[in-house]
């Protein structure tokens, strides 16, 4: 069993950053893809990045290419996404899934998920 937990949103300014944690319990989430997605309200869920169990291959949606950097640390069990020049249209509860077998961008792809964590940016 993985239960991810997410840290690190916040109110942040258009053009600054965050850098979002998603950290697991579980042997399995170090040899498995980890996916964040977001959701705005009255919006659907929508994927963000994603990345493989060994940190080779990573995916972004085109929203946030250049912008975001996916990473993981196994040592520590944990996956980043770190924000750049974040814009109002980023505001989202941004959300953890873990256990894919490989980095899809489809929900169905993960079998565990985390509570999210909030980030507005302002304009």
């Known amino acids: 069993q993985v239960q991810p937990v997410e840290s690190g949103g916040g109110l942040v300014q258009a053009g600054g950053s965050l850098r979002l944690s998603c950290a697991a319990s579980?042997?399995?989430?170090?040899?498995?893809?980890t996916g964040w997605f977001r959701q705005a309200p009255g919006k659907e869920r929508e994927f963000v990045a994603t990345i493989s169990w060994s940190g080779g291959s990573t995916y972004y949606a085109n929203s946030v290419k250049g912008r975001f950097t996916i990473s993981r640390d196994n040592a520590k069990n944990t996956v980043y996404l770190q924000m750049n020049s974040l814009k109002p249209e980023d505001t989202a509860v941004y959300v953890c899934a873990a256990g894919g077998r490989l980095p899809g961008t489809r929900s169905n792809a993960y079998n565990y998920w985390g509570q999210g964590t909030q980030v507005t940016v302002s304009s």
């Open positions: 579980g042997r399995t989430f170090g040899s498995s893809a």
